[in-house]
């Protein structure tokens, strides 16, 4: 299937996509002036809505399978029948080698704690009590006789982490607050240029890493700026130096696929309501990464992923992410129904990539002209770079962020004015009131976050309304 470039992928197409979000085709609900403007959705970084699809399968799960696992009575089987089904799908958007690596949980920000914990007791990982770990190598050596092994053993001491300031806390707390803490290790932080369009350089985690590097911690993309980051360079520069890599892909996923084996990382999550689907988030783990793991379950419990999955998540959540999958492969179309449920995916994303980067050009161009407007972040548009998402975050000079979303509100577009969308670390660091002149420092920035379905007509109403205030 053909796709690319930035025509966008036809409004019949985008309207298919949208009758399947309940929130938007049911006339009944979620409009504005009486009923006759549609609310338009553009802060999907906070969350998206949710595909029809996956609103069926989990009242599939509440009405035919609400009962314990484990039984051999028809419902029990079914139950779990459809929570594997959710956890195959969690699979195929992360590429992962099978569904042992998947580890699900109520949000990005848990998982990531609970998987600091386990990595913190790991004795395989970092042994106690000083973080040393031995290495083994075996050389031959060829003589003209025989041919004889020499093996050597060395040790590694673990001293610091890497982590991004440009990430949400989630990525960075877990990781600061407890293995670094609990380690006693240095925590190194990667800045971002201080100086637009805030970018991180490689040659800076260059110097950073070394042989005492645990852990790198990035994220694909930032909530802020909407930079996507070259996380397969990081991944191949931390493996050089022996460290693991963790990647946030919250606010990368709902735009474009994933591929943990090509991107070849250690870790990465991500959460399921900003992917059009419910409050649950899911986690990938390295088999090879996984199986050193200390368990944080039940000591009866020693299996992968659940020896790192402690309590029950919400099951009717774990079966209904499977209709997101089903999204994926109604958006991909009858011609692909041949293909592979992941190429089927991919597919899928391509078009909402299509699509998106129609929206981004146009809005980019109209905020990044206007003379008052201070983007944070990339400010121009290139589809062959690749390195911008619909993600948006800017200030107006001489106005407050919350008399710039409230006028917006009248036009029935849903954008957001907050302090730093939990990115707080970044947005310290950028201290936008001290280098941005004509910054109000009052409340915060503004934020629009467009998804495939957001349409061009949205992104005209929303220009027409801010034209009218700036």
């Not at 990781?175 to 040659?203: F, I, M, Q, T, Y």
């Given at each position: 299937?053909?796709?690319?470039?930035?025509?966008?992928?036809?409004?019949?197409?985008?309207?298919?996509?949208r009758?399947?979000?309940?929130?938007?085709?049911d006339?009944?609900?979620?409009?504005g002036?009486?009923g006759?403007?549609?609310?338009?959705?553009?802060?999907?970084?906070g969350?998206?809505q949710?595909?029809?699809?996956?609103?069926?399968?989990?009242?599939q799960y509440?009405?035919?399978?609400?009962?314990?696992?484990?039984?051999?009575?028809?419902?029990?089987?079914?139950?779990?029948?459809l929570i594997?089904?959710?956890?195959?799908?969690?699979?195929?958007?992360?590429?992962a080698?099978?569904r042992?690596?998947?580890?699900l949980?109520?949000?990005?920000?848990?998982?990531?704690?609970?998987?600091?914990?386990?990595?913190?007791?790991?004795?395989?990982?970092?042994?106690?009590p000083?973080g040393?770990?031995?290495?083994t190598?075996?050389?031959p050596?060829?003589?003209?006789?025989?041919?004889t092994?020499?093996?050597?053993?060395t040790?590694?001491?673990?001293?610091?982490?890497?982590v991004?300031?440009?990430?949400?806390?989630?990525?960075?707390?877990?990781?600061?607050?407890?293995?670094?803490?609990?380690?006693g290790?240095?925590?190194?932080?990667?800045k971002?240029?201080?100086?637009?369009p805030?970018?991180?350089?490689?040659?800076?985690?260059?110097?950073?890493?070394?042989?005492?590097?645990?852990?790198?911690?990035?994220?694909?993309?930032?909530?802020?700026?909407?930079?996507?980051?070259?996380?397969?360079?990081?991944?191949?520069?931390?493996?050089?130096?022996?460290a693991?890599?963790?990647?946030?892909?919250?606010?990368?996923?709902?735009?474009?696929?994933?591929d943990?084996?090509d991107?070849?990382?250690?870790?990465?999550?991500?959460?399921y309501?900003?992917?059009?689907?419910?409050h649950?988030?899911?986690?990938?783990?390295?088999?090879?990464?996984m199986?050193?793991l200390?368990?944080?379950?039940?000591?009866?419990?020693?299996a992968?992923?659940?020896?790192?999955?402690?309590?029950?998540?919400s099951?009717?959540?774990?079966a209904?992410?499977?209709?997101?999958?089903?999204?994926?492969?109604i958006?991909?179309?009858?011609?692909?129904?041949?293909?592979?449920a992941?190429?089927?995916?991919e597919i899928?994303?391509?078009?909402?990539?299509?699509?998106?980067?129609?929206?981004l050009?146009?809005?980019?161009g109209?905020?990044?002209s206007?003379?008052?407007?201070?983007?944070?972040?990339?400010?121009?548009?290139?589809?062959?770079?690749?390195?911008?998402?619909?993600?948006i975050s800017?200030?107006?000079r001489?106005?407050?962020?919350?008399e710039?979303?409230?006028?917006?509100?009248?036009?029935?577009c849903?954008?957001?004015?907050?302090?730093?969308y939990?990115?707080?670390?970044?947005?310290?660091?950028?201290?936008?009131?001290?280098?941005?002149?004509?910054?109000t420092?009052?409340?915060?920035?503004?934020?629009?976050?467009?998804?495939?379905?957001n349409?061009?007509?949205?992104?005209?109403?929303?220009?027409a309304s801010?034209?009218?205030?700036?």
């Amino acid at each position: 299937v053909a796709v690319g470039g930035v025509g966008g992928v036809g409004g019949g197409a985008v309207d298919r996509w949208r009758g399947l979000f309940p929130a938007m085709s049911d006339g009944s609900r979620l409009r504005g002036a009486g009923g006759q403007v549609e609310w338009a959705f553009m802060e999907n970084a906070g969350g998206s809505q949710v595909a029809l699809p996956v609103q069926q399968r989990l009242v599939q799960y509440l009405i035919q399978a609400n009962v314990q696992l484990g039984g051999t009575y028809e419902h029990s089987v079914l139950a779990e029948k459809l929570i594997e089904q959710g956890v195959e799908a969690a699979r195929v958007l992360f590429n992962a080698r099978s569904r042992a690596e998947v580890v699900l949980g109520q949000s990005t920000t848990q998982l990531l704690y609970n998987l600091a914990h386990a990595m913190h007791e790991s004795a395989s990982l970092f042994p106690h009590p000083d973080g040393v770990a031995e290495t083994t190598a075996t050389t031959p050596t060829t003589t003209t006789t025989a041919t004889t092994t020499t093996t050597t053993t060395t040790k590694r001491l673990f001293t610091n982490i890497v982590v991004s300031n440009s990430e949400h806390e989630a990525n960075a707390g877990a990781w600061v607050n407890v293995l670094a803490k609990a380690r006693g290790w240095e925590v190194r932080w990667w800045k971002v240029d201080s100086k637009p369009p805030h970018l991180l350089d490689l040659s800076d985690l260059d110097s950073l890493i070394d042989e005492g590097t645990a852990l790198v911690a990035i994220t694909h993309a930032s909530n802020i700026l909407g930079t996507v980051n070259p996380v397969k360079r990081v991944a191949e520069m931390a493996h050089a130096k022996g460290a693991l890599i963790c990647v946030d892909g919250v606010a990368y996923t709902p735009h474009r696929s994933v591929d943990v084996q090509d991107l070849d990382v250690d870790f990465y999550v991500f959460s399921y309501y900003k992917v059009y689907g419910p409050h649950i988030s899911a986690l990938y783990v390295r088999d090879s990464v996984m199986s050193q793991l200390q368990r944080i379950n039940h000591f009866f419990i020693t299996a992968s992923p659940n020896k790192i999955q402690p309590g029950a998540w919400s099951y009717e959540l774990g079966a209904s992410i499977a209709g997101v999958q089903d999204y994926f492969e109604i958006v991909a179309g009858e011609d692909a129904a041949t293909h592979s449920a992941r190429e089927r995916l991919e597919i899928a994303y391509k078009r909402f990539e299509q699509q998106e980067a129609l929206l981004l050009k146009r809005l980019l161009g109209y905020l990044g002209s206007h003379p008052l407007v201070h983007i944070v972040g990339i400010k121009d548009f290139d589809a062959d770079r690749r390195d911008r998402l619909p993600t948006i975050s800017f200030v107006v000079r001489g106005m407050s962020c919350k008399e710039v979303v409230r006028h917006v509100d009248k036009s029935y577009c849903a954008i957001k004015c907050n302090e730093h969308y939990y990115a707080k670390r970044l947005l310290d660091y950028l201290d936008l009131p001290h280098t941005v002149e004509g910054f109000t420092a009052d409340d915060g920035i503004v934020r629009i976050s467009l998804v495939h379905y957001n349409t061009i007509e949205e992104v005209e109403r929303l220009i027409a309304s801010l034209s009218g205030l700036i």
